[in-house]
């Protein structure tokens, strides 16, 4: 009874007001540029506004991690449900990455279920959900440096450092499906302040032939650029799409 309860709990969190791609999972960072040895307190953020909006629940979280300029995969030291710790054991940038659970989520004619449509004798539609979000710490003083990929089905991949950025300049990002550039990918980029009201962004572009879109950074401040990405499911009775969602955050100076 209590397993059900909770996911009676989760399914209303994540899918009383929207469809479970609108909902976003990104970080926000305390020191964005650090030391060796200090520590770095990282909040996931969760929903549809940025930086703040709901608070994700417990049993939501899949995995957490960072990735060392070495390749390493380094687990985040919970502090609580949505805040983490993390202390960099090299120099070097680092990229964060978190995910949610992925699952099923289908709709009957009695509202949203949590599972493949062929559990439910009245399902209309169903979708498999997949959501990610990174963002970067460096530790030491060599900024410039590539970004490496963390290998996610959906990811954005900024082609220069994300430190260092200035109001006024651009940043070039990839967008990657399954490792290759996904062309004409609609991007969504927006800046901490810009707007209180959810799906509510600065900028609305898409990326060219090659999966790469430039972001025109207008503000100084915490930026958020997400990416979604449908497909269609193998099975159909058991499901009928897929849908991604990526996220990275950066400051600006």
Known sequence: ?????????????????????????????????????KPVILELGWGHKFPTD?????????????????????PLKPLSNTTFQW????????????????????????????GPKNQFKQALSCFHYD????????????????????????????????????????????????GKPLAEAKVH?????????????AQTLHADVNGVARIKLAQKGEWFVSVTHETPYPDKTECDTHKYNATMTFRVE
């Not at 202390?87 to 009695?110: D, E, M, R």
């Not at 460096?138 to 450092?161: F, H, M, R």
């Not at 980029?189 to 509510?200: L, M, N, V, W």
Request: glycine share 10%.
């Open 54 to 74: 709901s608070e994700i629940k417990k049993g939501m979280l899949n995995q957490i991690f960072a990735l060392g300029p070495d390749g390493q995969k380094i």
């Open 189 to 201: 980029a927006t800046y901490a302040g810009f707007s209180d009201q959810p799906h509510t962004f």
């Open 131 to 178: 959501l990610r979000g990174k963002t970067f710490v460096c530790a030491g003083k060599n900024t410039k440096v590539q970004i490496q990929a963390v290998g996610d089905p959906l990811e954005i991949l900024p082609l220069e450092s994300p430190f260092g950025l200035k109001k006024g300049s651009e940043l070039a990002a990839q967008v990657l499906f399954k």
């Open 87 to 114: 202390i960099p054991p090299q120099p070097g940038v680092h990229t964060i990455s978190a995910t949610v659970h992925p699952g099923f989520l289908s709709k009957t004619s009695q509202g949203y279920k949590m």
């Open 1 to 37: 009874m209590k397993k059900y309860g909770q996911v009676i709990l989760i399914t209303a969190l994540i899918f009383a007001t929207a469809p479970v791609w609108a909902h976003s999972l990104w970080f926000n960072v305390d020191d964005r540029h650090t030391e060796v040895g």
